[in-house]
Nanobody
Framework: QVQLVESGGGLVQAGGSLRLSCAASGSIVSVNTMGWYRQAPGKQRELVVTITSGARTNYADSVKGRFTISRDNAKNTVSLQMNSLKPEDTAVYYC??????????????WGQGTQVTVSS
């Protein structure tokens, strides 16, 4: 019913920047909270940042001041601008969205993940 497609991952040197994007499509009436999560090798998935439909944000301390989330409610997209990247940012990044579907039910959806690798 709903799909999330991510793009923008890749390989970058420490101190560099990347921009991730995520587009939600399908049987969507509105999108509530969206966010980004990541999972590094050998570690559990962790919150990076969330953003509500009213643009309130919640950043993990580890990325605050370096990463910026934004969304376009009209296009059902969310982006993550990542600056001053560090090797410890290396992970698979997952897009998440809480969606009100056309059947008026609410569901939680995940993208397939995109690899971000930061070299020293």
């Amino acid at each position: 019913q709903v799909q999330l497609v991510e793009s923008g991952g890749g390989l970058v040197q420490a101190g560099g920047s990347l921009r991730l994007s995520c587009a939600a499509s399908g049987s969507i009436v509105s999108v509530n909270t969206m966010g980004w999560y990541r999972q590094a090798p050998g570690k559990q998935r962790e919150l990076v940042v969330t953003i509500t439909s009213g643009a309130r944000t919640n950043y993990a301390d580890s990325v605050k001041g370096r990463f910026t989330i934004s969304r376009d409610n009209a296009k059902n997209t969310v982006s993550l601008q990542m600056n001053s990247l560090k090797p410890e940012d290396t992970a698979v990044y997952y897009c998440n969205a809480n969606v009100r579907r056309r059947d008026l039910r609410v569901g939680d959806y995940w993208g397939q993940g995109t690899q971000v690798t930061v070299s020293s």
